[in-house]
């Protein structure tokens, strides 16, 4: 019993790891409920048998267990094969079913350990309380082992180990419940005979889907996987191409004249998490002063950085060719410290070896919170590839509600700023948020006029925006004017700004942003934000999902626009929590409450013939 609860807590921790590689880590929300749908069908199955429990109850008991530990490999096996999608989910009909298949896939070994723990209460229910503290006590330590292991294996290797722990109950159980020897061996001997091929059949790897980022990094000539390092938040990739050249820069000036030098793809789950980019040890690439996050290294001199959200490293290199006279780079990954300082630090210079640079493994949000440290720069950089179909809507977002924003500017020296860049996205809605967001956070830091400690700087696929925790004088406002003017950036926004400043280089039919900042910092920000087709109000800690902007009312109109321009403009993360949520009532009443009904609709029946012929 101590076996089986370690073996299926640790198996429902684990398949949360396991979607977030095969698939998007959305599906990972679903794991709690297709856990509870294994147990609640296990509750109907033995309701119905117990007539039949006391003559079979070796049988079952073994026979169950048997159904967790092969279901456990070969259940996650079948649904990684099925092709589903969730960004087609809204059009394509066949998903729905692919998700159902997934979902009653990935229960079945619920429903066979569930089955286990119940028939134990029921064989001994004199002694409950003896069960239950062993499948609590296994459970326990289940649930803290698995964490321990994927600091040292890979999720597809903690599943094979998972399911030989299960075998392993199974084996005990036999001689426990006193299977005839003979039986016992043969038992031992098929789960031996089985264990080769079963090893053979399934990928341990675990390969994500073709629409990750991983998957189309690899499918392109020259691609390889040269680095693979297992941690719990998240299995590290590093991409290297021979042929075809990495070439990542968003929001790079299209006059700079300057490319990115050989670079290195970074991964996290599959999904885009930047670059290393290489380095000589002397000087940074010159690409790096030409995206719009150097802004602040024109405005700032020598300044002391705080970069929240290390990446490869390229926000590093960034402050170091910027000047500065420290910096401070934290990462959530010890892994991915490790691999930088150590795998890759020929190829990026020695970059996180200089005295200068300190590289601190833990929350970003929380080094900020914690550290007593003034900065005279908090730079958050572009570390990853963008929400793709709205799926980013129901992630929390703590790095960029309205509690961290008091947090980092309460971390700033005299004079310092917050920079941030983000993706470009049409019509406005990103920056608009963090506009609304940072006006709000110095209001409440004291600031009598927000609108004159901000500055937007817009590309043609990225903006920044720059928080200074004083007002904004005239010679750093013509430094702004200068940067953008010399790299072609499209201003937004600064003190002072008119209306023929804006929208003159990546031109829009209107000026969207510089409007829609205007109104945010106006008198009547509320009803713009109100009347917004989108949701553009801040965030916070007790509702952070920074990356919800879809309003229930404007989908009909957004569904209606031609050529299906509006799908992508859709929240379907919240379409893909519903599309579960239908699925699992479904299989629910089909699983628990149904096989109930009609068995008490037998009973009454059979109940009723019985008295009429009395």
Same mark, same amino acid.
């Given at each position: ?165 299960? =075998? &392993? #109950?199974? $084996? *005990? +159980? %036999?001689?426990? @419940?006193? /299977?005839?020897?003979?039986? !016992?061996?043969?038992? =031992? &001997? #098929?789960? $031996? *005979? +089985? %264990?080769?091929? @079963?090893? /053979?059949?399934?990928?341990? !790897?675990?390969?994500? =889907?073709?629409?990750?980022? *991983? ?14 390092? =297992? ?384």
């Amino acid at each position: 019993m101590a076996l089986l609860s370690a073996s299926a807590l640790a198996y429902e921790i684990l398949l949360t790891r396991l979607f977030s590689l095969a698939h998007w880590h959305h599906l990972v929300s679903m794991i709690i409920s297709l856990a509870l749908l294994g147990y609640g069908a296990s509750g109907s199955f033995l309701s119905l048998m117990q007539n039949q429990l006391a003559r079979h109850f070796r049988s079952l008991f073994l026979g169950n267990a048997l159904l967790f530990a092969l279901g456990t490999v070969l259940g996650f096996e079948l649904a990684r094969q099925l092709p589903l999608n969730p960004l087609a989910l809204p059009w394509d009909g066949r998903q729905m079913l692919y998700l159902v298949a997934v979902y009653t896939l990935a229960a079945v070994p619920f429903f066979g350990a569930a089955n286990c723990i119940g028939l134990a209460l029921w064989r001994y229910r004199d002694r409950n309380h003896q069960v239950y503290a062993v499948d609590l006590a296994g459970a326990g330590l289940g649930a803290i082992g698995i964490i321990g292991l994927l600091h040292w294996l890979y999720p597809g290797a903690a599943l094979g180990l998972i399911a030989g722990v299960a =075998a &392993l #109950a199974v $084996l *005990l +159980a %036999a001689w426990e @419940l006193r /299977l005839p020897r003979r039986r !016992q061996l043969l038992l =031992a &001997l #098929a789960l $031996l *005979l +089985a %264990a080769p091929p @079963l090893y /053979l059949a399934v990928d341990w !790897q675990v390969p994500g =889907a073709p629409y990750k980022d *991983l998957s189309r990094s690899l499918s392109v000539a020259g691609a390889a996987q040269e680095t693979r390092v =297992a941690d719990p938040l998240g299995v590290i990739s590093v991409v290297r191409n021979t042929q075809v050249p990495l070439r990542h820069a968003p929001g790079l000036s299209l006059s700079a004249g300057v490319s990115p030098p050989p670079q290195r793809g970074l991964f996290v789950d599959g999904d885009a998490a930047g670059t290393i980019t290489c380095f000589d040890g002397r000087t940074p690439p010159a690409f790096l002063a030409a995206l719009p996050s150097a802004l602040p290294y024109r405005l700032l001199e020598r300044p002391d950085v705080l970069v929240l959200g290390a990446g490869g490293g390229d926000s590093v290199l960034q402050a170091l060719g910027g000047d500065a006279r420290r910096i401070t780079a934290v990462t959530r990954h010890a892994p991915l410290a490790k691999l930088l300082r150590e795998k890759y630090r020929d190829f990026n210079g020695g970059l996180f070896l200089r005295p200068q640079v300190q590289l601190v493994t833990t929350d970003p949000r929380a080094y900020a919170e914690s550290t007593s440290q003034r900065f005279d720069l908090i730079q958050m950089n572009l570390v990853g590839g963008g929400g793709i179909g709205g799926l980013q809507s129901h992630d929390e977002a703590f790095d960029y509600t309205l509690e961290a924003f008091d947090a980092y500017l309460s971390r700033l020296a005299p004079g310092g700023m917050l920079a941030i860049t983000r993706w470009v996205q049409l019509p406005p809605r990103e920056s608009l948020r963090l506009v609304a967001t940072a006006r709000q956070a110095l209001a409440q830091a004291g600031a009598t006029n927000p609108a004159e400690h901000l500055v937007l700087v817009r590309t043609w696929k990225t903006f920044t925006l720059l928080v200074s925790k004083s007002p904004l004088q005239g010679r750093t406002v013509a430094a702004v004017r200068a940067f953008a003017r010399d790299l072609g950036f499209d201003l937004v926004w600064h003190p002072g700004i008119t209306a023929d400043e804006v929208n003159r280089y990546h031109r829009l039919d209107e000026p969207r942003f510089y409007t829609g900042v205007q109104a945010i910092l106006g008198p009547q920000r509320d009803d713009f934000i109100a009347g917004y087709p989108f949701h553009i109000e801040p965030v916070s800690d007790d509702r952070p999902y920074f990356h919800r902007f879809s309003r229930a009312s404007t989908v009909p109109e957004l569904l209606t626009l031609p050529a299906g321009s509006g799908f992508g403009q859709i929240d379907w993360g919240y379409g893909f929590l519903i599309a579960t949520l239908l699925q699992a009532l479904l299989l629910a009443v089909l699983l628990i409450i149904l096989p109930l009904v009609l068995a008490h609709g037998h009973h009454a029946g059979a109940l009723l013939r019985s008295r009429t012929l009395g």
